[in-house]
């Protein structure tokens, strides 16, 4: 990963500090994307010292606000000139619906317009860079959902997994629709589950699920073991021009029947252009 240049979203904690840490150890200058910069600013420290890479920069961002999302691509095109990874890990979970600055579901923007935005923004930097990587933590929560995007906001009804599982579904088809259109660019996309991994994240679940999965943490993945794939797919030579495919422990995975209908990623990818683009 000599002179690479990878961005990590959610980098602060959990996984994504795990990743950062493992692509700076590796020779790479890590740009980190956090949300709080106090918890950035020492995770950093922590990375530069642990590495002895001073190659670590980070940029403050909320994923909930896509005026933020816009302002560190922004940033990140007029500082670097090549982009080699990105990887899009930060995620939301609400137990109660709420809505972000730009009157969206949380949940959904955060986990999908979030990856979507970044992405289609860092798009030519990534091709002028090739051969790049995206990756896309999803989950193997979009197993039991569906999209409906006639109601991708869930107006009609509303439930923390169902916003979740949705959410991740959309990493899906994001994934393999991005990887379509990037055919022939040296631009390679992949989404993965990282494994139920023991971190804060259950801290936001409510009600009876929270308290179990809480209760259950201890004996969860280790956030190093969870972020084992996401390091694998932006970082290593065997996995050079794979492209379109979903991973579990490095290994390629079918996904939902939904996720595979090029008919709905299309649409999915439309929806997903007028809803960042209003704002």
């Not at 079918?254 to 929806?271: C, G, M, Q």
Request: hydrophobic residues 40%; proline residues 3%.
């Amino acid at each position: 990963m000599n002179e690479k240049i990878c961005l990590v979203t959610g980098a602060n904690s959990g996984i994504g500090k795990v990743t950062a840490k493992a692509l700076t150890a590796g020779g790479a200058a890590v740009i980190m994307v956090c949300r709080n910069r106090d918890k950035g600013e020492a995770a950093r420290d922590e990375i530069i010292r642990e590495t002895r890479n001073q190659n670590v920069d980070l940029v403050i961002a909320d994923f909930s606000d896509l005026s933020q999302i816009r302002r560190l691509a922004a940033g990140v095109k007029a500082k670097y000139p090549r982009l080699h990874a990105l990887v899009n890990n930060a995620g939301s979970y609400n137990s109660e619906r709420k809505l972000t600055v730009d009157g969206y579901e949380t949940t959904f923007e955060v986990n999908h317009l979030g990856y979507f935005l970044l992405t289609v923004e860092l798009l030519d930097l990534l091709k002028s860079s090739a051969p790049a990587r995206v990756v896309n933590v999803a989950s193997e929560a979009h197993r039991s959902a569906r999209i409906n995007l006639d109601d991708l906001n869930l107006e009609k009804g509303y439930g923390g997994w169902k916003a979740y599982g949705q959410s991740k579904l959309a990493n899906v088809l994001f994934t393999y629709e991005l990887a379509r259109r990037l055919k022939g660019t040296g631009v390679t996309a992949n989404c993965l589950h990282p494994g139920v991994v023991g971190t804060d994240f259950f801290n936001k679940i409510g009600g009876f699920a929270g308290k179990f999965l809480r209760l259950i943490a201890p004996f969860m993945r280790t956030p190093e073991k969870g972020a084992d794939t996401i390091i694998w797919l932006a970082s290593s030579p065997e996995i050079e021009g794979i492209t379109g495919k979903y991973f579990v422990d490095r290994k390629e995975r079918a996904t939902n029947p939904e996720s595979y209908d090029t008919t709905i990623a299309a649409r999915l990818w439309e929806v997903s252009e007028r809803m960042c683009s209003s704002i």
